[in-house]
């Protein structure tokens, strides 16, 4: 079972990026999947959560301007960023999780500057 995220990088404020989370061994279409960000010395944090179904949910800090989405054909989730701020500077980390089980991606650094 392998979570591959993907798509971070260096953006300038205002800027936009989309991350990827492909997954192995695992269908993401039976699981809640989400996105966490963690800065250092700080508690990873929700950013954003798309259940199996039912409404998507986000972190106040990114309503408006983040967008978690399926793609079941490619077995991958999304997240999309727009209008990123400094404050969005951190490592992203996938999540997908069942009844019993929780897997993690490895991060993704993702670095809002100009």
């Known amino acids: 079972v392998q979570l591959q995220a993907s798509g971070g990088g260096l953006v300038q404020p205002g800027g936009s990026l989309r991350l990827s989370c492909a997954a192995s061994g695992i269908i993401l279409s039976r699981l809640v999947v989400a996105w966490y960000r963690q800065v250092p010395g700080q508690q990873r944090e929700l950013v954003a959560q798309?259940?199996?179904?039912?409404?998507?949910n986000y972190a106040d800090s990114v309503k408006g301007r983040f967008t978690i989405s399926r793609d079941n054909a490619q077995n991958a989730v999304f997240l999309q960023m727009n209008n990123l701020k400094p404050e969005d500077t951190a490592v992203y980390y996938c999540n997908a999780r069942g009844r019993v089980s929780i897997y993690w991606g490895q991060g993704t650094q993702v670095t809002v500057s100009s």
């Open positions: 798309i259940p199996v179904g039912g409404d998507t």
